[in-house]
């Protein structure tokens, strides 16, 4: 089983900062890797996949990057929507599809 | 349009069976494979399995081996899916969606789509 471990467990930043959400995984899954954000009582949604396509709908001030084992997220100017928790999943070896443990970005 | 819709919450008692439905509406039900992500109250999320609504076949994770079963009628485009000999830490949300799935249309044409969630408690 792939382990996703993400970091920090919580970020605290100012609307129009920037953030920046680290995921790694405990062997490669190349770029077989997706970002979800999830707000509370909602149901995630998918921002990122391939490790750096945006979903459709998902504006360019979130981008993703990395491959291999390392990957991250980055917001260039936190919006008040943006605060969320966020996951990273990867997809490359499954059983299971794994998720990260989540990113919570917060005033 | 909404295209993945749930049945309602649950209370089921510890032993009990729950069967959970997600009904599929704006797209073609059998293009895309229905995985099952569970969250306990204030937890991550967790990936129970998924079901091939074209075929039938079905892939689970092994915590869950044994306990889950997963399945689909085509002609209600409704994926369905089953966890027996429940215990208080099933209690959860869980939801059903179309994720990325290796080999397959997603990776081509990619579709997020969720269902709105069904919380499941487990409790005597």
């Known amino acids: 089983e792939i382990v996703m471990t993400q970091s920090p467990a919580t970020l605290s930043v100012s609307p129009g900062e920037r953030a920046t959400l680290s995921c790694r995984a405990s062997?490669?899954?190349?770029?077989?890797l997706a970002w979800y954000q999830q707000k509370p009582g909602q149901a995630p949604r998918l921002l990122i996949y391939g490790a750096s396509t945006r979903a459709t709908g998902i504006p360019a001030r979130l981008s993703g990057s990395g491959s291999g084992t390392e990957f991250t997220l980055t917001i260039s100017s936190l919006q008040s929507e943006d605060f969320a928790v966020y996951y990273c999943q990867q997809y490359k070896s499954w059983p299971p599809l794994t998720f990260g443990q989540g990113t919570k970005v917060e005033i | 349009q909404v295209h993945l819709v749930q049945s309602g919450a649950e209370v089921k008692k510890p032993g009990a069976s729950m069967k959970v439905s997600c009904k599929a509406s704006g797209y073609t039900f059998t293009g895309y494979y229905i995985h099952w992500v569970r969250q306990a109250p204030g937890q991550g999320l967790e990936w129970m399995g998924w079901?091939?609504?074209?075929?039938?076949?079905?892939n689970y994770a092994q915590k869950f081996q044994g306990r889950v079963t997963m399945t689909r009628d085509t002609s209600i485009s409704t994926a369905y899916m089953e966890l027996s000999r429940l215990r208080s830490d099933d209690t959860a949300v869980y939801y059903c969606?179309?994720?990325?799935?290796?080999?397959?249309?997603?990776?081509?044409?990619?579709?997020?789509?969720w269902g709105q969630g069904t919380l499941v408690t487990v409790s005597s």
């Open positions: 969606a179309t994720l990325p799935t290796p080999g397959t249309q997603w990776l081509v044409d990619p579709r997020d789509y």
């Open positions: 079901i091939n609504p074209n075929s039938g076949g079905t």
């Open positions: 062997q490669s899954v190349g770029t077989n």
